[in-house]
């Protein structure tokens, strides 16, 4: 199947990206919908969360992204595979997250990932960031207590500022005040992989739910 080619930014302000997801019914996605399911947040073509799915059988898997094009394609290839642990979604995750997080069943919600987000430079577009006060809300209300988030990211400013969200927040606790060293998933993501090739620096952080939200 040829890679579908889409732009590489997309302003999550714009009109098309402030309507709120149609949720699939996930009881015909996941073959044991009691399975612990991590979340990531900005899929892009699904790469990672392929082969996560993979290496760790015992979990479900659902990545959310903006770029429809990528969902589209990265779920008919999940379909001619016939996995029953993983899923895409096209959405806005500022617009969108709460509702998701919803529909799922209580407790099942254990680890987040945000893996090298758009960093938007420019100053006048910072606001369209990933990582704002409600995502984080909205995670501490349904991330389990012990729930972990990677956050990694190859710009340090950017991933400064996610720590310091994930930090202001009192539902969360960060591992370690230095950036790991390692990776401590299974699986790098494409990004990590062409990073590390490049012998550039990732900024990583992992964070712990430590208790319910609603701060």
Partial sequence: ????????????????YQES?????FSNIYSDLNKPLHLDIGCGRGKFLWQMAQTEPEWNFLGLEIREPLVIEANNLLNEQGFNN?????????????KILQSLREGTLQ????LFPDPWFKRRHQIRRVVQPKLVEDLANYLTVG???FLHSDVEKVAREMCNRFSA????SRSSDDWLTENILPVLSEREIVTLAKDQP????LFEKVVFGRS
């Fill in 1 to 16: 199947m040829a890679r579908v080619r889409v732009r590489q930014h997309v302003n999550p302000f714009s009109n098309k």
């Fill in 21 to 25: 997801v149609t949720l699939p019914n």
């Fill in 86 to 98: 993983l899923h895409y979604l096209f959405c806005n995750a500022n617009i969108s997250l709460e």
């Fill in 111 to 114: 680890r987040v990932s945000i």
């Fill in 147 to 149: 729930g972990k988030v």
């Fill in 169 to 172: 927040h009192s539902s969360f």
């Fill in 202 to 205: 990732v900024y990583r952080a």
